[in-house]
Structures are given as C-alpha cells and as structure tokens.
C-alpha cells in the first residue's frame, strides 16, 4: 500500500457530517484554481464546496467554460500544462485506512501514490489516453504492477479479468489487441478497467460518454453504475448534459461561470429546480413524456461571460429574468432551501417551485 | 399527383459504395424518401448510419453509386457540371464546424458577398448591402461585416454560416449536425432561428443529427437510419410517441433522460457492425432483442403501420 506521510490527516472541527455517518469518501471546501494569463487572472474554480459519499455518485453539470471539468482536475491534481494552481481550499479524501488526506496539499510524490490507486479518472476521448503502442493489457496490468507489485503474470490474468468485469467479449483474446483495433466504445471499457484496476475509492469521469453513440452511452452508463454498486466507488461525473445526469447520478451540482450556483438530489433538482440557471438550462431542451405536447426550445438570453470578467454580485443576473437590484450588490451565498439542498439565489423563495 | 402537391425534392432508391482496400463501405442503400415544400425532415442514426453521405447524396456533392434525386422536378443526376454549379443556388447546406466552412482570411462581408456575386452578378457595394441584409435575418449587425471569423463565438460563427446558405435564396437547405458543437443554451438559439427563417421563407430542411431532442423540436417527419438504411419513417410526433421500429425505441429509451432508470430501459447488445460487411437480411438483427430466424433471409421491405408512417421490420406482432 502506499503511504502517504507529512501530511494533515486530521480534518478541522465542526465540518458538516451528519453526526455518526461515515465521513464523505471526497469533501471539497472553498476550492478555487486560478491561472495566470497575459490578459489577468482566470479564476476557473472560485470557491466550490461539495461532499461525496461512498457507493454515491455526483455529477457536475454545467456548460463550456462553467469550471467543471478544472474541478475534476484539480482533484486529480493534473493542472501542470496551464500553470494553474490551487489558490484557496481544501480537498479532504478518506482513505482506505480511514486517515483523511488534504489533496490540497499533499507532496507531488504523494498524490503520484494515490493516484490511480485511490482515486482514478477517465476522460472524454479514450484514444488520447490510451498508449498507441501497446497491447490494451499491458496497459491495464500497469497499474497493478506499480500499485500493488504484482508479477507480470498475475497482472496479466487481473487484466483479462478486468476485461471480464467491464464486458468484453473474448477477454483472453482482447488483452492482447492494440487500442486502434477496438471501437471507441470498446476503448471506453478499457479506459474504465484501468481506471478500476486497484479498486479507487473515488472515480472521477469527465464526459466519458460525449463521444460515443447514444446507445452505446447507455451500455457505458449501465455498466458504471453495476460497477459503481458492486465495489461500493464514490463517483464524481463531469458532463453537459443535465438529462443524463438522471440516468447516472444520485446528486447533483450546477456549476456556472466558476461556482456551483444549486445542489442537491437529482430528482429533486430535476424536479423542482430551483435556481433560475438550472431552470433555464433546463428549458433550453425540453423532454417531453409520450403524448405530452411539443414544446419549443428557449435558449438563454445572453452569453456565458467571460472568465475574466465576470459579473458583480450574481453571476448569472445579466441573463436572468428574475435579476433584481439586489442580485447586483452582492454575492449570493449557496444557502440551504431544504435538508438536503443549496442554491446561490437571494429570490429562490419569491420565484417560487 | 398535382402540381402543388409534387415534393420538393424526390430522392429514388439512392445508394453509394465507397470503395475501399477490401470490400466497399455500404454507407448508404437503397433510400427512397421525398421532403414536401417548406418541409422538415429530421434524419437521425449514429455513427456510420449514412446520414451525413446522405445530405451530401442529395446536394450532389457526391456521385451516388446508383438511384436518383429530382428536385422540383429536375433531374440532379443530369445535370453537367456548370449547370450543377448554377442550380446549386436553390439547395445549400451548413456544417457541423462553421469555423472549418468559413475562410479564416476573409472577413464576414467578403465570405457573404462571395456567392450573391458569383450567383446574381451584384456589384461591390450591392453586395455589401445584401450581406449587411443578410446579417440582419440572422440576428446580427452590421457592424460585424468587417471583422474576421475569428473574432466570433460557435453560436455566432453557426449564425454567419446560416446567413452565407441563405445568400442565394435557395429554397432547401442540409444541415449536417448543424448544433451539434455548441453549448446547449446556444444549442436552442440557433435551432429556434433555423425554424423561424424556415417559417419565414418557406424553406424546406433537412436536418441530420445524432441528437434526439433537437431533431423533435425542429422536424415534422423523421426518418431513423441504421446501417445505411431507413428503419422508419414518420411524422415527429406520431414516431417519438409510437415507434414501430425496435431500434427507433431503443434510440429514444438510450437518449439521456429518455428512458426509466435501471433495468427495464431496453439497452442494445453490441455495437453497430462494419457499413462492409453488413448483416444479411435486416441489418439490425444481430443486436435486435426480437429478431426471429426469418430476419436474416430477406431484407424487409418499408411498410406502412399507419398512414404516412412506415417501418422496415417483419415484427407486426410487436407491442412496442
């Protein structure tokens, strides 16, 4: 196992566990990574908070721009190309053994253990990920043989298990094909293999679907959520798409220009949405049931602003149809509406369900 | 048939092999389908289903293998090379990445003014007006004539790539997963301003995508391909409440939110085979949860479940 020293392993007091659960597989407080560019300071991650459980999944949702996939990455901490850094906040992760780490703030070397053993990633496009020049197994085996010093040969069976377990036909056959020989859904299972070799606690999945076939999205999704139960994963899904987001997910954040502007759980949130950019988000492709009238589309008046201009007080208040003068003073807290449920919204309760 | 009643754009039995080292890529067999005067026809499928060979298919912009499109009752297949060149002005097409069909040298008054010169023989500051026009139907000012296409967001740039299509003042327009690149609430604006300029002007659309629910809030009909063939062919409402086609269901149900969560969403076995070396008979039936024995002898033929709705599966016993 690896071991992770110098470190704090002691969580501050008074974090928000519901007294007696099990801590949060991941809690991230404050977050914010910014980058330097000629132009200013980009602040793509501006105090985002959010927990995830063990067994739980949680997907983050939000258009280009909106921060969500740098979130991803600013856990897995693999922000090295654009000079970003971690300017503020803390990423707690409960370890196997029951220590919690800051990822914040843990030594390079330290997060090289963890990673790809305690949480591990998969990302949109498995070809750019996945070696071109070596047989798919050898490239699952690594993992283990890295992690858990395993032999070349037991590494390789766990592979061909691996293959198994994310339904691939033929596993003893297909551990040895190269990553152009396999479809782009086929390239998906296998970035998911290596992603699950050492069983993580946490995985993170930024768009792993955008790129495939809806009806091979639905095997993707099905076979994530088998997985996710039977090892008991926390989750995290990085996407644009709020109505996959009901298919994959137990809770949800809504991220816009840097922040999580509402949070809670997806039925909910589906349901009732109550922050206006969830609702207007929402409308811009409506679904609709069967025999249920067509609606139009609404796009969102407005653009997305820039990431270095960002507007006073709320964010979203030059688009909104609800913005009063008060959404332009001052920062809207993410404040609880219910048990279980945040919004960044000084009029959520005036605009009503 | 009258005259008013004559489709638009007749397309017969359209079919085109690529060749390639082995046997040729079959992306596209044997489709027949007509699109009314000021109609649109959403075309749907996934990856390798023809849809996008389709739409170049019936601009001509590529040579069909066999088969033939008319359009309003001319012949495309007979037409030499510089009448093809003058009669495109009637049928245009915009692309998924408008930054790829723009010139990066040109600025937005040149590109727009390029076709209405070429077609109607403007002069210069005739053209600049007309592209100025051009820009106004598509939502944006003048002002932006003189810039580069670089300066532009995705939802502007598809913009100035509508406003150059409509330059001609073509009568039927292709748009190959038109917003597919773009951000949902951009998504919607220029989905709501294809419908309003079709609504204005009459035009009829072809509109070609993976995408579901954008397909539903543009379309009249759609048609679903697998394979290179038609799977079904529908009025919007009358296929998206009342599929007859097994894979047409198993779309709707994969489409995200589309389907009930956990286990009783029909999710297909497999992935889509090679466009060389299809199934025999239906081409769905090796991931089709109800495919018989019978499926891989005869490929089925188009048939009518309702009127103006028809199905290729030898399934009548279905309960979809």
């Given at each position: 196992?690896?071991?992770?020293?110098?470190?704090?392993?002691?969580?501050?007091?008074?974090?928000?566990?519901?007294?007696?659960?099990?801590?949060?597989?991941?809690?991230?407080?404050?977050?914010?990574?910014?980058?330097?560019?000629?132009?200013?300071?980009?602040?793509?991650?501006?105090?985002?908070?959010?927990?995830?459980?063990?067994?739980?999944?949680?997907?983050?949702?939000?258009?280009?721009?909106?921060?969500?996939?740098?979130?991803?990455?600013?856990?897995?901490?693999?922000?090295?190309?654009?000079?970003?850094?971690?300017?503020?906040?803390?990423?707690?992760?409960?370890?196997?053994?029951?220590?919690?780490v800051d990822l914040a703030r843990l030594a390079d070397a330290d997060m090289e253990r963890l990673r790809g053993s305690e949480i591990a990633m998969i990302f949109q496009d498995p070809m750019s990920s996945l070696n071109p020049v070596f047989p798919v197994g050898e490239q699952i085996a690594e993992p283990l043989r890295l992690h858990k010093g395993l032999s070349r040969r037991a590494a390789r069976a766990a592979a061909v298990e691996l293959l198994a377990l994310v339904g691939l036909s033929d596993p003893a056959r297909q551990v040895d094909a190269f990553p152009h020989q396999l479809s782009g859904g086929m390239r998906q299972r296998i970035m998911i293999a290596i992603a699950l070799a050492c069983e993580p606690r946490l995985l993170i999945a930024d768009e792993p679907t955008t790129a495939l076939d809806v009806t091979v999205q639905a095997q993707i999704i099905a076979l994530l959520r088998?997985?996710?139960?039977?090892?008991?994963?926390?989750?995290?899904?990085?996407?644009?798409?709020?109505?996959?987001?009901?298919?994959?997910?137990?809770?949800?954040?809504?991220?816009?220009?840097?922040?999580?502007?509402?949070?809670?759980?997806?039925?909910?949130?589906?349901?009732?949405?109550a922050h206006p950019y969830t609702r207007a988000l929402l409308a811009c492709v409506p679904r609709q049931q069967r025999g249920e009238k067509r609606r139009r589309m609404t796009p969102i008046p407005g653009t997305m602003p820039s990431a270095l201009a960002v507007p006073s007080g709320c964010r979203f208040h030059p688009r909104c149809a609800h913005a009063a003068a008060r959404c332009i003073e001052a920062v809207p807290a993410l404040e609880a509406i219910a048990p279980d449920r945040r919004a960044r919204c000084v009029r959520w309760r005036e605009i009503g369900p | 048939m009258t005259a008013a009643a004559e489709p638009l754009l007749a397309v017969r039995g359209i079919t085109k092999h690529f060749a390639a080292k082995g046997p040729p890529v079959r992306a596209v067999q044997d489709v027949s389908f007509e699109i009314g005067r000021g109609e649109v026809l959403g075309v749907v499928g996934e990856s390798g289903c023809g849809k996008s060979t389709l739409g170049r298919l019936v601009l001509r912009l590529v040579?069909?293998?066999?088969?033939?499109?008319?359009?309003?009752?001319?012949?495309?297949?007979?037409?030499?090379?510089?009448?093809?060149?003058?009669?495109?002005?009637?049928?245009q097409m915009i692309f998924q990445d408008p930054f790829a069909s723009l010139n990066p040298r040109m600025t937005v008054g040149e590109a727009l003014a390029e076709p209405v010169r070429f077609h109607d023989g403007l002069g210069r500051a005739a053209a600049r007006d007309r592209a100025a026009a051009l820009l106004a139907q598509v939502g944006l000012g003048a002002e932006h004539l003189d810039r580069y296409p670089r300066a532009f967001s995705g939802g502007q740039r598809q913009r100035i790539a509508i406003a150059r299509a409509l330059a001609t003042a073509p009568r039927f327009l292709?748009?190959?997963?038109?917003?597919?690149?773009?951000?949902?609430?951009?998504?919607?604006?220029?989905?709501?301003?294809?419908?309003?300029?079709?609504?204005?002007?009459?035009?009829?659309?072809?509109?070609?995508?993976?995408?579901?629910?954008?397909?539903?809030?543009?379309?009249?009909?759609?048609?679903?391909?697998?394979?290179?063939?038609?799977?079904?062919?529908?009025?919007?409402?009358?296929?998206?409440?009342?599929?007859?086609?097994?894979?047409?269901?198993?779309?709707?149900?994969?489409?995200?939110?589309?389907?009930?969560?956990?286990?009783?969403?029909?999710?297909?076995?497999?992935?889509?085979?090679?466009?060389?070396?299809?199934?025999?008979?239906?081409?769905?039936?090796?991931?089709?949860?109800?495919?018989?024995?019978?499926?891989?002898?005869?490929?089925?033929?188009?048939?009518?479940?309702r009127p103006g709705h028809l199905k290729a599966c030898i399934r009548d016993d279905l309960t979809l």
């Open positions: 196992m690896p071991r992770v020293q110098d470190v704090p392993s002691i969580p501050p007091a008074g974090r928000a566990d519901d007294g007696g659960a099990l801590p949060p597989v991941l809690d991230v407080q404050d977050l914010k990574t910014f980058f330097p560019t000629d132009a200013g300071t980009v602040r793509a991650v501006n105090g985002v908070s959010f927990a995830v459980r063990e067994g739980e999944t949680l997907a983050i949702v939000g258009e280009s721009g909106s921060g969500k996939s740098v979130t991803g990455l600013t856990i897995m901490r693999l922000l090295g190309r654009a000079g970003a850094q971690i300017a503020g906040g803390e990423i707690w992760l409960t370890r196997g053994d029951g220590n919690r088998a997985l996710q139960a039977r090892r008991r994963m926390a989750m995290i899904f990085v996407t644009h798409d709020l109505h996959l987001v009901g298919d994959v997910a137990d809770r949800v954040a809504v991220m816009y220009a840097s922040q999580v502007v509402e949070e809670g759980p997806v039925a909910d949130v589906l349901a009732t949405p | 040579e069909p293998t066999t088969g033939t499109v008319a359009f309003d009752g001319t012949e495309l297949m007979a037409l030499a090379a510089a009448e093809l060149r003058r009669f495109r002005r009637h049928m292709v748009a190959d997963e038109a917003v597919s690149a773009l951000d949902v609430s951009i998504q919607a604006e220029v989905v709501n301003l294809l419908k309003s300029l079709q609504e204005t002007f009459g035009l009829a659309l072809m509109f070609i995508s993976h995408d579901l629910s954008v397909v539903e809030a543009i379309s009249d009909r759609a048609m679903v391909l697998y394979l290179g063939r038609v799977m079904e062919i529908a009025p919007i409402d009358d296929l998206y409440s009342r599929p007859a086609h097994p894979y047409t269901l198993a779309l709707l149900q994969a489409a995200p939110g589309g389907g009930k969560r956990g286990g009783d969403r029909l999710i297909l076995k497999g992935e889509i085979p090679s466009p060389s070396a299809p199934p025999s008979g239906c081409v769905f039936r090796t991931r089709c949860p109800f495919a018989l024995a019978d499926c891989a002898r005869d490929i089925p033929r188009l048939t009518a479940v």
